[in-house]
């Protein structure tokens, strides 16, 4: 089992990035899927989670409520986290993260 994080990169104020994390070795809709970052020296902040099955997203960090959204393709075993209005304490890195597969290595967001 296996996650794989990308979509990260350097964005300006303002601007948008899509994050996906791609799951190998099991099915992601039957799983709790979580995103979760770590600012520079900062502990990890749940920024999103989605739950199983047919239920929908039933968590979002007030920090990024309205500014990031969270989804699920099934078909892709993809998890995805479309970040708009990115803001400079965005900057951490991202992981997605499940019960079974633990968490992905995590892909860098710096918006600067």
């Known amino acids: 089992v296996q996650l794989v994080e990308s979509g990260g990169g350097l964005v300006q104020p303002g601007g948008s990035l899509r994050l996906s994390c791609k799951a190998s070795?099991?099915?992601?809709?039957?799983?709790?899927m979580k995103w979760v970052r770590q600012a520079p020296r900062k502990g990890f902040e749940l920024v999103a989670q989605?739950?199983?099955?047919?239920?929908?997203?039933?968590y979002v960090a007030d920090s990024v409520k309205g500014r990031f959204t969270m989804s699920r393709d099934n078909a892709e075993n993809t998890l995805y986290l479309q970040m708009n209005s990115l803001k400079s304490e965005d900057t951490a890195l991202y992981y997605c993260?499940?019960?079974?597969?633990?968490w992905g290595q995590g892909t860098q967001v710096t918006v600067s």
């Open positions: 989605i739950d199983s099955g047919a239920g929908g997203v039933t």
């Open positions: 070795g099991f099915n992601i809709s039957n799983y709790v």
């Open positions: 993260a499940t019960a079974l597969a633990g």
